[in-house]
């Protein structure tokens, strides 16, 4: 589904975030890419929702080199692609709900579609009973559940996660990956940014390791130390 060939990424005046990155994410995989802050992993997802593109090599998405992508196809390729971050970024004027139809309205669904799809993906992420609630109303926990349920609500082929328990305590930390889980065993392929080592041990699935803007291990499954 993504495949990395030769990527590297030098911004101007640094040294190279990323440096001769290859290799391939299948569909339905969980895949942890983690490190240190400024190994290279934020930069890395980037490349995958084009908000970065890369110095040299070749991204590919569904076989599409999204790297010589138009700006005017652009939003076809992002309607695939869910992404949560460590900041929320909810609107805080408009309810739990309305931040949901928000990315519906977007992406030019009818108001009966939004209607429809609303109260489903609220309940999938357990706030179907906080729907009229706003923002401030809410734990950090459950605003990043709002987060995820926004970024799912247009049933993109991926989900990137890049650091989304970075704000909260253990216990939401905890929801928010079994709520990953729960997403990729529904068939989402699922790419989860984070340094917390006992996040990924708990996961038990494929870690990809980054230090320096290189990847210096990649394994189906096991324990890493940072």
Partial sequence: ????????????GSSPALENINFNVNPGEFVSVVGHSGAGKSTLLKLIYTEEKPTTGTVLFDETNIVDLRPKELPILRRNIGT???????LPKKTLAENVSFALEVAGKSDGEIRETVPKILDIVGLADKMENYPREVSGGEQQRVALARALVNKPKVLIADEPTGNLDPVSTWEIIQLLLKINEFGTTVLLATHDNGIVDRIARRVVVMENGRIVSDKQKGKYQL
């Fill in 1 to 12: 589904m993504i495949k990395f060939e030769n990527i590297s990424k030098v911004y101007p």
């Fill in 84 to 90: 949560v971050f460590q900041d929320y970024k909810l």
